[in-house]
């Protein structure tokens, strides 16, 4: 007698719906799990940059100002040059020539749009952050890091006058519907 080897229709159908019923819930949650990866990395990156200004003004011992520009272009920059009165801001982190008045000289991230990501300030406009010589003191600040995938994905980035900068998940104004788990309310 011959044995027949291979599967039945029903077998193969089965595996095929179970596989589709995995792939449904399992494809939503991958795609919150990268949204939250790249808030977190991009919120980094903000935390880093103002991090490193508050180094700069007391390494310097001048004053530092981190340029936040927020929104679909959102970009950042630090430079030491005093305020522009006709735009309010002492670089432009938009600008690439570095022959330009405001060229942000010390550091430049020219967009976030690779990390998916938005900056957000609370009034979603250009904010700029005086890290002072000496003391590296600054204002308590909140930027915002949304996911630009993802609206309720997002975390914020607080400055604290003399510690360094935290993630934090904002209740306020940037709050996001769902925080980050892991991270302190500011």
Same mark, same amino acid.
């Given at each position: ?29 991958? &795609?919150?799990?990268? $949204?939250?990866? =790249?808030?977190?990395?991009? %919120? ?5 940059? @103002? !991090? /490193? ?28 040059? &005093?305020?522009?009165? $006709?735009?309010? =801001?002492?670089?432009?982190? %938009? ?5 330009? @008045? !405001? /060229? ?83």
């Amino acid at each position: 007698m011959k044995s027949h080897r291979g599967f039945t229709l029903i077998e193969l159908v089965s595996v095929l719906m179970i596989m589709g019923i995995a792939l449904a819930i399992g494809v939503p949650r991958l &795609a919150e799990f990268m $949204a939250r990866h =790249r808030v977190v990395g991009g %919120a980094e990156l903000v935390r880093s940059m @103002a !991090n /490193f200004a508050r180094s700069e003004a007391a390494r310097e011992s001048k004053d530092i100002f981190l340029v936040i520009t927020p929104g679909a272009n959102s970009c950042m920059g630090i430079t030491n040059k &005093a305020v522009d009165a $006709a735009t309010g =801001r002492s670089c432009d982190c %938009a600008v690439a020539d570095s022959t330009k @008045a !405001n /060229f942000c000289e010390i550091k430049r991230v020219a967009s976030l749009k690779g990390e998916r990501v938005e900056l957000r300030t609370t009034t979603n406009a250009s904010l700029q952050i005086q890290f002072a010589k000496l003391t590296g003191e600054a204002a308590d600040v909140r930027i915002g890091v949304k996911s630009a995938d993802r609206a309720n994905v997002g975390t914020a980035i607080q400055t604290l006058p003399l510690a360094p900068a935290k993630i934090c998940n904002d209740k306020g104004a940037l709050k996001s519907t769902e925080p980050i788990v892991g991270f302190p309310d500011c």
